[in-house]
């Protein structure tokens, strides 16, 4: 895997250490996330993050556990870091750090005062909401180290405060029972019992959102360590009873496990080199076994699902499907993701799949994902060759089809005149440019949209070649993709090359439904799915590419829309309102870096420096991963979730292999 380091200058730079995200997953939606500084700049960061039945339902348990060293003159160092509402960083432990690693996804930070060297690691136990932390010293001493653990249980997307009832601790032998909820277990614990007040989180100060909260300081543990190799370790866990009674393992022992499965999946998937061994790394963190979903968007019943991104998201069927191939195909998780479609599968109604449950109901507000669905199990039976699969699956693949033909949810069918997909709904954005800003659509996208019939082009080959492999029938397949691919042919090429992107959409001063109707030619990426999905309509045209990458193209990936177009947002920044109305306004997104080169190599152009930017990229924001979004204007900042699953799986699919 790519080295991942950073040396004494750089993490006593709070500014740049703080601004570097590490992500320790537990297999289940939950996580460890904080920063190479160890400042917690989000309130989604924490050593012990536990999801619920669905992932994105999840909470923030223990915080913070902050080490100081105690040494034999008296001299207490605090090794943490906290910003307060005042904006001092107290204690500022990361001016001692000597070093910080990511290895094999393990994040190790080591401090040094004088002789003295204390290094720190900590992983999830898999498959189980647990962390263990381990401090060990390395050089010099005797010294004796205590851990302050600040402590809350709260709805990871909001804060919790003082004002209210504090956190119920109830004392073990060996640490604290917090609400519960969870539990702390270690040597020479301490209860204390008072809040730590106006802990300021910066990244969310810079989003527009309630920027402080208060901690809960539950109490400290307690060790020596009078020669090095000595050990001071701390676990915490979530569960019911019967889970908190049942420790993990000792923290060496999860430590070691940790490293043995990553490299045990960075093995499996294969890599040809460094990078696609951190991708591999980085792609595992999104697949997670779920609780019961309630009809959800997912496999459900403890399945197999995707997260789409973290620190806030959980599963959106239509990032699981756009990134299936990058994240199951290239890593060779052929069995998981074989469960997955069909637990997807399952979930099929009025011939569409849910678009997501993270809002707290199962919603099927999206034009674009069931075709995604589509494409997914033809790249799989296409990959593995595994026809069983395909015979399984036609029936509730015609199900689409027909649901699609006849019309469903949100005004989603094929219009009669030229059996091209339209959609829209008052109120509702639909395609993947789903933004609204006080409920009103940023790019609603009305009408026919070009990546949407792309993809149903596309979806439509699929299910005819799929029912040809297994001798089934492919119901009304084959005469709805000969129509809708002679009708996509005629009506979105544009003046000058490019391609419309939607048509027959209402006019902005119209209601839907009403007259009169226009071709949008706005620059946008979408065009691309039109020359790059496998059963594509057209064939690239160079120059055609080549306007889109002069208008679109950066270092992470294509912009969202034409800097010389009305409405181009340059900084996705600021307020939920800001940031919401330029999300798809010019934004790039990493994820587009897929189709554009696909495109390109269809069209026979060079592709050998389109991944080198995103490829610096993995040890610039979310370390070791791809982040959601980046301004549209240099330096294309990046924003948004650090680590997200169609920005990993992209990149990975369309490295060489």
């Excluded at 902050?66 to 034999?72: E, M, N, S």
């Excluded at 554009?596 to 930017?613: E, K, Q």
Aim: aromatic share 8%.
């Amino acid at each position: 895997m790519l080295e991942i380091s950073f040396g004494p200058q750089f993490c006593g730079h709070l500014e740049s250490a703080a601004s570097r995200e590490w992500l320790v997953p537990d297999g289940l939606g939950g996580y460890a996330m904080g920063t190479v500084a160890g400042l917690r700049t989000r309130r989604y960061h924490g050593l012990l993050v536990v999801a619920d039945q669905i992932p994105a339902a999840r909470r923030l348990g223990l915080a913070s556990l902050d080490p100081a060293v105690h040494l034999p003159s008296g001299a207490r160092v605090r090794l943490g870091a906290h910003q307060w509402r005042t904006g001092e960083v107290d204690p500022a432990g990361y001016e001692l750090l000597e070093r910080f690693d990511l290895v094999d996804g393990v994040p190790r930070w080591r401090w040094r005062i004088g002789d003295l060297v204390i290094e720190r690691e900590l992983a999830m136990t898999h498959g189980r909401p647990g962390v263990a932390v381990l401090h060990r010293l390395v050089a010099g001493g005797p010294a004796r180290l205590t851990l302050a653990a600040a402590c809350t249980w709260r709805d990871a997307h909001g804060e919790r405060r003082a004002d209210g009832p504090a956190p119920r601790v109830e004392p073990t032998a060996d640490g604290a029972v917090i609400e519960g909820a969870y539990r702390l277990a270690g040597p020479g614990w301490v209860g204390e019992g008072h809040w730590w007040h106006g802990v300021h989180h910066r990244a969310e100060a810079a989003r527009g959102l309630a920027p402080e909260e208060d901690l809960w300081y539950a109490g400290g543990f307690a060790g020596e360590l009078a020669r090095p190799g000595d050990t001071v370790a701390v676990l915490a866990w979530a569960g019911d009873a019967a889970g908190l009674a049942e420790p993990p393992p000792p923290a060496a022992e999860v430590i070691e496990a940790a490293r043995r499965r990553n490299r045990r999946v960075v093995a499996a998937a294969r890599p040809r080199d460094a990078v696609d061994a951190t991708l591999a790394l980085a792609a595992d963190a999104f697949v997670v076994r779920t609780g019961p979903l309630g009809g959800g968007t997912g496999s459900g019943g403890g399945g197999v699902d995707v997260v789409a991104g973290y620190p806030w998201f959980g599963a959106w069927s239509r990032d699981t499907m756009t990134a299936y191939e990058g994240l199951f195909l290239r890593t060779h998780r052929h069995d998981e993701g074989r469960d997955l479609l069909r637990a997807y599968a399952a979930t099929l109604s009025e011939g569409m799949l849910a678009n997501t449950a993270d809002t707290g109901r199962v919603e099927y507000n999206t034009a674009d994902a069931t075709l995604w669905f589509l494409h997914a199990v033809s790249r799989h039976v296409e990959v593995t060759s595994d026809t069983d699969l395909a015979d399984e699956l036609l029936p509730a693949l015609r199900t689409v089809v027909d649901g699609h033909l006849a019309g469903t949810r949100y005004g989603i069918h094929a219009d009669p005149a030229d059996g091209l997909l339209t959609q829209g709904a008052t109120g509702e954005a639909l395609t993947w440019m789903d933004a609204r800003v006080y409920g009103v659509p940023v790019t609603p996208r009305a009408g026919k949209p070009v990546e949407v019939n792309a993809l149903w082009v596309n979806g439509l080959a699929a299910v005819a070649e799929l029912a040809a492999l297994v001798g089934g029938d492919p119901g009304a397949a084959p005469a709805a993709h000969g129509r809708a691919v002679e009708s996509f042919r005629r009506r979105f090429p544009a003046p000058g090359g490019l391609l419309h992107d939607v048509v027959d959409a209402p006019a902005p001063a119209y209601p839907l439904g009403g007259a009169p109707l226009h071709d949008d030619d706005l620059v946008r990426p979408n065009q691309l799915l039109a020359w790059s999905l496998p059963h594509a309509p057209l064939r690239p045209d160079p120059a055609a590419l080549g306007q889109l990458a002069a208008a679109l193209l950066t270092p992470l990936g294509p912009r969202s829309l034409a800097p010389d177009s009305p409405g181009y947002a340059g900084r996705h920044r600021g307020g939920p309102a800001e940031r919401d109305g330029a999300y798809h306004q010019g934004t790039v997104w990493p994820w587009l870096i897929g189709p554009y080169v696909d495109a390109a190599r269809r069209a026979g152009l060079p592709t050998g420096d389109l991944l080198a930017g995103l490829e610096a990229h993995l040890t610039e924001y979310g370390l070791g991963s791809v982040s959601e979004t980046a301004d549209g204007a240099a330096p294309h900042g990046a924003t948004g979730c650090p680590f997200q699953a169609w920005s990993v799986a992209e990149l990975l699919r369309v490295r060489p292999s």
